[in-house]
């Protein structure tokens, strides 16, 4: 592992802010028709923006302005689509001022943002508005080609508001004082480096639910790219070039000495350039500008890691993102030699700079990832335009600072697309596919359906979570969507990293007229419109049935519990003593197993192929932890809430497991005798395909970033094995 550079060592990237959800009881608004789909008012208060309270006494933010934009059409986010096997893009990370929709402040915020560009072109960019990266379109079986640059121009953050660690600038963390200049954060939060919030202006890209090796140029969150404007794509070109025509022929680099001699001289050079003309602050060789101090240099980390056989974890300017989507079964039909495929459905990329995660996605540095397969061409038999008529809808709230460095300020509107409350318009008779992604960086909400109008509504089926899709029982069961039954606890929630694919019927016989989509947010009257209008759509569309379901895949059958070698358990809390999170200051130190992450720790260790069953507890209370592990999914065999007060107050189906890559474990209740009583989930995993180092944390990002996060590594099962 690296040296620290104050934030920079081999941090690992976590998300994972998450508000804690009550259901809302009926959208408000001026129509009578006016009906609720998603429910689950946000949590108010520090809590929803960085996972504790603000102070006692704290105002609550003024109402907000009108909704910009409320009337609009859902805006269409750019894509960029694979072609002849490749999926091919230029994202590039840069700032500007934005306005954002339901702000109490009318004033432009400096946000970091993904833009977006593929073989033909740019896609659409408005400026000065918050909106997620363009989506990326692949299929299962594509080469994914990724040429990352970083480009945020540092000089244009006021004074010490980014780049603490990298500069060495006090204890690394961000600074935050009120007006008599005491300090909020850190001290007033109790953080210390480097779990704290250090906004950076390093970047890079985790794809979420993506099923690759995550180490080298793949779904690699230890990499770190540092911001160089000089560093462009036609300055890249021929090198990146020559990598992703490696790859393409079964050669993808493994090792550094595998990348173009070329590209190794000019990193090493820039890297050198970094350390001693104080790059950082955009200020190239200027008078009176020295020398980072060696603790804050990055050639001599990477030199070291270099030397030893391991992938260096700093770069400049750019990064080539390059992987396969591996396909289980080929065109042929024949096996591909892969335990498990990529599993086709939505999933999504964002940021993953640990300290600077939550601002990172806050910032809106997240977007969609829609890879198809079969599960797409089944739909197509059934729906043949379903493509022209699908939603990506991608849920992000925007601010420029963390909650905790700015008690009582109140929580940022939803928005859906960078929207504040846009309309979807459906026709009578008509069925479409909605893919949700929840990027907010703290907001759970539980699913719910319409209500009926007249005797009429629209009906809604799940048939995905998390980028799997169902099986037909499940499909049929809507086991995240029904009620509990008996009062069991539901798995219903719709946690930040969680994604849903629901389809959406409107009845043939179905007036004109409007729903609100929930959830409601400061009585707002929702997050989305859909209005039914047009002719009605003769036949009328329905839902897929037994015969013509999407066929499911067969590497996502139940996994056999006799196969199970190794039972773990993880609790997920803060510190000894505490009980309750509003008990501020100092805000919760929130830990997996009593321990914060730690750069140079491995906390768990796997073997490769190995399937593993593993309980998640949550000592914590009241707030609900989403469980997130990157390259391999898992599926969820029980649920225990203990605030659910029924002999049966445990989800815990026999068969047909529910696949997840995000799951909230249920807050730990007190009862009046002081006794703690832990929630739980249950998962069962295999480990498989793809050796490496990467992480699991609670996607609450505000959680990750200040330490509830671990470092992992599946081995070849012939590694011999040191512990740390």
């Not at 001599?300 to 990064?319: C, V």
């Amino acid at each position: 592992m690296a040296a620290d550079h104050r934030d920079a060592g081999k941090m690992r990237e976590l998300h994972g802010t998450l508000g804690q959800i009550a259901s809302s009881a009926a959208a408000e608004g001026t129509l009578s028709t006016r009906r609720q789909f998603l429910t689950g008012a946000l949590a108010v208060s520090g809590l929803a923006l960085s996972g504790v309270p603000g102070p006692a006494g704290a105002q609550s933010p003024a109402p907000a302005a009108p909704a910009q934009g409320s009337s609009q059409e859902l805006r269409t986010i750019g894509e960029i689509r694979s072609r002849n096997g490749r999926m091919r893009a230029v994202i590039t990370v840069r700032n500007e001022a934005r306005s954002v929709p339901g702000l109490k402040t009318t004033q432009p915020l400096m946000l970091r943002y993904f833009e977006g560009k593929g073989p033909e072109g740019g896609w659409p960019n408005e400026h000065g508005v918050p909106l997620p990266g363009p989506t990326l379109r692949a299929r299962v079986g594509d080469q994914v080609e990724i040429t990352f640059l970083n480009h945020i121009k540092v000089e244009d953050f006021p004074g010490s508001s980014i780049d603490n660690a990298e500069k060495g600038t006090g204890t690394g963390c961000d600074v935050s004082t009120d007006q008599s200049g005491k300090n909020l954060y850190p001290e007033g939060a109790g953080d210390t480096f480097p779990d704290c919030f250090h906004g950076s202006s390093t970047a890079n890209l985790h794809f979420h639910g993506t099923h690759v090796t995550p180490d080298g140029l793949g779904d690699n969150v230890l990499a770190q790219i540092r911001p160089n404007p000089g560093v462009t794509e036609e300055s890249v070109q021929g090198d990146f070039a020559r990598i992703f025509a490696a790859a393409e022929s079964g050669h993808l680099p493994v090792h550094w000495d595998d990348l173009p001699e070329s590209w190794r001289d000019k990193q090493l050079g820039l890297l050198r350039e970094y350390d001693d003309t104080a790059v950082w602050q955009g200020k190239r060789g200027s008078p009176g500008h020295p020398a980072l101090p060696l603790e804050n240099q990055l050639l001599p980390q990477s030199k070291a890691l270099i030397a030893m056989g391991q992938w260096p974890q700093y770069q400049i300017g750019a990064y080539p993102y390059c992987f396969k989507l591996p396909e289980y079964i080929d065109a042929q039909g024949k096996p591909t030699g892969y335990t498990a495929g990529q599993c086709p459905g939505t999933h999504w990329y964002h940021a993953h700079k640990h300290g600077s995660t939550a601002i990172d996605v806050f910032n809106g540095m997240a977007g969609a990832f829609v890879i198809e397969g079969d599960y797409d061409d089944g739909l197509a038999k059934i729906y043949p335009n379903l493509r022209q008529t699908e939603k990506v809808l991608i849920l992000q709230q925007f601010v420029d600072v963390p909650n905790l460095e700015l008690p009582g300020r109140g929580p940022s509107p939803v928005l859906v697309n960078g929207q504040q409350k846009p309309t979807i318009t459906m026709r009578p008779g008509e069925v479409q596919l909605w893919r949700l992604v929840n990027a907010t960086v703290n907001t759970t909400i539980t699913l719910e359906g319409f209500t009926a109008s007249n005797g009429l509504a629209p009906e809604i089926r799940q048939i995905a979570q998390d980028g799997v899709q169902f099986r037909y029982e499940n499909y049929k069961n809507q086991p995240l969507l029904s009620p509990p039954t008996a009062g069991a606890p539901p798995s219903n929630t719709f946690a930040p990293g969680n994604r849903v694919d629901i389809l959406v019927k409107i009845p043939d016989s179905a007036a004109p007229q409007q729903y609100s989509f929930l959830p409601k947010v400061n009585s707002d009257g929702g997050i989305l419109t859909l209005t039914v209008a047009g002719t009605p759509i003769i036949p009328a569309m329905d839902f897929p049935s037994e015969i013509d379901y999407p066929r499911f895949p067969c590497f996502l059958e139940d996994i056999d519990p006799t196969t199970i070698r190794i039972k773990r358990t993880m609790d997920f809390g803060w510190e000894a003593g505490r009980k309750l999170p509003n008990v501020y200051p100092p805000a919760p130190q929130y830990m997996i197993d009593g321990r914060q992450f730690a750069e140079s720790r491995y906390d768990q260790t796997m073997v490769l192929g190995d399937a593993e069953e593993w309980t998640l507890t949550n000592s914590t209370t009241q707030i609900a932890h989403p469980f997130h592990i990157h390259i391999n999914p898992f599926q969820v065999i029980e649920i225990f809430d203990p605030a659910i007060k029924s002999p049966n107050n445990v989800y815990k189906p026999d068969k047909n497991f529910v696949w997840q890559d995000t799951i909230a474990i249920p807050p730990a209740q007190i009862d009046d005798n002081g006794k703690l009583t832990k929630g739980h989930v249950k998962i069962r995993h295999r480990f498989v395909d793809f050796p490496g180092s990467f992480v699991l944390h609670c996607h609450i990002l505000a959680h990750e970033d200040r330490g509830m996060m671990q470092l992992i590594r599946v081995v070849p099962a012939d590694t011999i094995i040191k512990h740390h």
